[in-house]
């Protein structure tokens, strides 16, 4: 009855090993583009929006800001440079 149990064991643990092996080989199908790419994904605003909210919830952590602080996440021309619209 061990030698069954022992068995089960080893064929759940190889199973384990090989859906791990699998996924991490479709991850890398999948993001083979970007992660051996030079360019970012999305545009140049999204980087800054993306260190405002970084920055924000760093200051919530520190309890410098409350969560429900507005004025800190809007967006104002201070924070925003962009290029004029082209015809």
């Known amino acids: 009855m061990s030698n069954q149990k022992n068995a089960d064991k080893k064929m759940e643990i190889i199973l384990i090993i090989f859906a791990l092996i699998t996924i991490a080989f479709l991850e890398y199908i999948f993001f083979a583009k970007v992660l051996f790419n030079d360019k970012l994904i999305g545009e140049t605003n ?42």
């Open 46 to 87: 999204d980087s800054r929006l993306n260190n405002l909210l970084v920055e924000h919830w760093y200051h919530v952590f520190c309890g410098q800001e409350s969560f429900r602080d507005r004025k800190s996440t809007r967006l104002n021309s201070s924070h925003f440079v962009g290029k004029p619209a082209s015809r």
